[in-house]
């Protein structure tokens, strides 16, 4: 019988199997960020435990708040900094070298086809995009990985979604995925991997199929996986040439992470796009979904650009797109969170920045900050924002406020009218 892209990554790294379908499995790298990891390295400091199973293994970044905001998060930010001293990791990325970490690693080349990959971060599946297994953990698990390398988990169900069709002007990678999950539900994965295959994810840039899978979780999924295969290999070269005498070659590595014709399925779904259109949120809730042209052009004070999910420069450039020679609303403040240094500097160099301030766009450094409510954006009570981010929950980005998930196309559209608009208007679709 056939395995899936999981269950190989699973059979190559499983260390036990203590019961049932539990796994132990090793893990290539830990990545960190300063939320949830001084918890974990204050407990194991608390158990005399202070201890890293592999210095080179772990990746640390400062992103949520940064700088710090308050002494609360000065001191998350400093915990994280003196570990990472005291312990010799080297790739750890302080203010000026930090980026979004889901955006930041992947850009480092620190995922590879078949790694295993932990954080205490439930974004962390976005680096399956690589043909990776990557989730979110809980504080013990995580403080399991930080000292001994391994992680528990139960034996992968894989839940196939192959995409279909061609998408229409317009419509992007975060309409499919706000498509998919309108259909799953929000529970919808729960305790699966979700594996996106089918002609328009093999069409995909690596930064859209990290869109894809950068959402799984909002489906209930452990992890979203892409087949490694050439674009994967090219997105990679620059950190892997030295390992491989040519590009096919680390091909044909790389195949042994990819599905096997016979793999069985704990449930399949096919999703067509050929109708699809942009697509929003429109309660609090990854599922509710609609196109934008229902939404009844409900007013917005606020549109942010970035994140982990959309603040790449591919999405920086169709944004731009649609702001060019244009300004946002008066109704409207406009923020822009590059996700990382080397983006910022991209966009820079391209005219983006530019084309964003004299839009009025506000552009941030690098953070995840406004995402979840803590800085550089933050919503008042009753205020509304069409968001590039990946979660709508009821005050995620400020007490009292409202989110509508929807790609930088959309978001940008939104800015121009102070309305939840269809980015067909700007970017030539129907």
Request: aromatic share 6%; with cysteine.
């Amino acid at each position: 019988m056939g395995k899936t892209i999981a269950e190989k990554i699973f059979e190559s790294h499983l260390v036990d199997n203590p019961s049932g379908d539990i796994q132990v499995i090793r893990l290539d790298a830990v990545f960190c960020h300063e939320i949830t990891t001084p918890i974990a390295i204050t407990d194991l400091e608390a158990r005399g435990m202070d201890r890293v199973f592999d210095p080179s293994k772990i990746k640390a970044v400062i992103d949520h708040v940064t700088p710090a905001k308050d002494s609360k998060t000065a001191m998350q930010g400093k915990i994280l900094r003196e570990w990472a001293l005291r312990h010799g990791i080297i790739d750890f990325f302080d203010i000026g070298d930090n980026g979004v970490c889901h955006a930041l690693f992947p850009e480092k080349g620190f995922v590879r086809p078949g790694y295993t990959i932990i954080m205490g971060d439930s974004h962390t599946c976005t680096h399956g995009a690589f043909g990776a297994f990557a989730a979110g953990v809980g504080t013990t698990d995580l403080e399991v990985g930080i000292l001994k390398g391994v992680c528990a988990f139960h034996a992968p169900q894989t839940m196939k979604v192959t995409i279909t069709g061609d998408l229409k002007p317009g419509v992007y990678a975060k309409d499919v995925i706000l498509g998919v999950i309108g259909q799953l539900g929000v529970n919808g994965a729960t305790n699966r991997v979700i594996e996106f295959t089918g002609p328009v994810v093999s069409a995909m840039s690596m930064e859209a199929r990290m869109t894809l899978c950068n959402m799984a979780i909002e489906a209930g999924g452990t992890c979203g996986i892409c087949a490694p295969d050439m674009t994967t290999v090219s997105y990679l070269w620059p950190f892997i040439k030295d390992e491989f005498p040519s590009k096919e070659a680390a091909l044909e590595a790389y195949g042994a992470f990819s599905a096997d014709a016979d793999a069985v399925y704990a449930e399949e779904m096919v999703f067509d796009v050929g109708e699809l259109v942009p697509m929003a949120t429109f309660g609090y809730k990854p599922d509710q979904v609609k196109p934008i042209a229902e939404m009844g052009g409900d007013k917005v004070d606020q549109v942010y650009i970035g994140s982990c999910t959309n603040g790449r420069i591919e999405d920086l450039r169709v944004a731009a797109e649609v702001l060019r020679g244009k300004h946002i609303h008066k109704s409207v403040r406009g923020v822009v969170s590059p996700a990382t240094p080397a983006v910022y500097k991209q966009a820079l160099k391209e005219g983006i920045i530019e084309v964003f301030m004299d839009a009025g766009f506000c552009v941030t450094n690098p953070t995840c900050g406004a995402c979840l409510g803590m800085s550089n954006g933050v919503l008042a009570e009753g205020e509304v924002c069409a968001s590039t981010t990946n979660r709508n929950f009821n005050g995620r980005m400020g007490k009292g406020g409202m989110v509508h998930l929807m790609s930088p196309a959309s978001a940008a559209a939104t800015a121009l009218t102070g309305v939840i608009t269809n980015s067909h208007i700007y970017t030539g679709g129907e």
